[in-house]
């Protein structure tokens, strides 16, 4: 008989017949009563990771994420033995999981039978694989999951770039759809390198030449020095409050940031839509480009950016400022604990100038080609200066930000600009730890994009599951004690602040911990989550005693809908 060879159009079909998560769907009250009429078990296993997937798959379900995958094809591919949706979602999990290395998924990933059953694998493709292959050379290393390490990277890196980014703005377009973004929007936009090595495939080459002092012939003289670097950069924009990423690319190392902010700009606001609006963008100096701030103006988009030294209107905002009056905050800090905690009083002073006509490139190209004409007149721009930061004296004039919006309360372009610092610490220092944004599947650029994309994709759709959670949290909270309501839009309510301070890490070892007690129990087309506790009830024991947070064994039977 000859071998059925499927198209691409049937494995697609297939692939969305069992992508909702799928080989089983959770009913605890379902599976309680199975388990209390003493019917058959399928299977039970701890709960550990699987608690995460089983709330946060219901999660992008609900914001129809199992549609944009299944949109997801290889290009040129006539034959799949594995649908490219299960592939999808096994590198969604390793990301969501944090696991650095491919060739910890074995151990990790593909051999938890309860993880991979969630997925949509069944007992006999995790236990035996998809295929026979190597079979004969296997000697001690039994088989762990269905499939190797190298087939997940081989085939999950052929989906090109173009996909990848269709994907990533679906994604955005759809939590943003749900309600978590409206009205006006205060952005930060920033770049972090990517680094690799020379033998990565594709890589960028950026090269740095510093002084370095040398000691040659016992004489120290100082020598020219080129570090060069290889990889690529990851560019983000992102909503400062939420730190939801709302666009990004991949690029060279090399490559300059500042070609990429009209055009990041542009797919942010089209992800967002009709649901909010940008109004406000802050960015460091490596996006200061006259012609592309002075667009920014003409869209109404209020901009504020960090003056390079050497520039003229730094050095005429710094004279101004030494003449006029500052406006001046103070704040008191508390330092330690217990009875060697002391405070610090710390004064910051800042200068608003307005009109300042000394940055010739602020404007349109036609602008800035007559700067050198005799009756040039350059457009004008506001700037605040710093003369003293937290108790430390800038008596020349310290850092100068650039600023289309108004300066007569200065500390509101100072406070903006202080965002920004949410894009390194929030985006950058964790995607590179927590997320290993810097571990790609394989050594070539596709991979490194992938990697890139599926990395900023799972982080924004944790911090909105997790926003999401948090919110329900504070409103159910709040309606327990009796409290008038707040906020009437997500608008208003959603910030990072609701996260507590608790970061990918804590998140995770709070989630194990919580979900170590537990077991998931698979029937049929169903799966419950129940603690040991209560499943030991509902099979027919009887314990002396319970935690506390389950009550007594009539609280159990009647969480459940059952009889004792």
Known sequence: MAKRTDGVAAVRERAIGRLDWQAAQRD???VAQ????????????????AGLLDEFFAYLEALGIPVLISSLVFPNVERVLIPLAQFVTLYLVKTLYGIESMHALPPLLFSNVALMTLLGFNATQIAEGYSRRGD??????????????QCLAQNICKLPPEQLAAFFNGVVRRMVASGLLEGDLLVALDGSKVLATEQYQGRGCLALPHEQRVKLDGVWTGVKVVERLFGWKVVVLIEVRTRLPLAMLVTKIEAYEGAFLLPLLEQAQANLGEHARIVKVVADRGYLDGQDLWAL??????FVVVAKSGMHVRADAQALARTEQPVERVQVVRHGRGRTAWTETLVTRLVGISGLTSYDAYGPAAHAAGANRTDFVGNPLNAVVVLTWNNREYPDGGTVYLTNGPVKEPFVVFDDYDW??????????????????EHAPQKTEAAVVLHCYFTLLVMALCTAFRLQQAREAAEAQQADAGEPDGPATAAETLSSVLLGGEGTARWRRRLKQENRDKVIVFIGAWYGIFHLAELAILSGLRLRTLPPELGSRAAVFARYGLAP
């Open 28 to 30: 605890d009250q379902r």
């Open 34 to 49: 199975a388990i209390h009429e003493g019917e058959e078990l399928d299977a039970v296993h701890e709960l550990s990771e």
């Open 136 to 149: 004969d050379k296997r000697q001690r290393k039994p088989k762990q999951g269905p499939l190797s390490p």
């Open 297 to 302: 103006d003409q869209r109404g988009i209020t």
């Open 420 to 437: 920004r610092s949410v894009i390194e610490n929030g985006i950058f220092k964790e995607g590179k730890h927590p997320w290993h944004l």
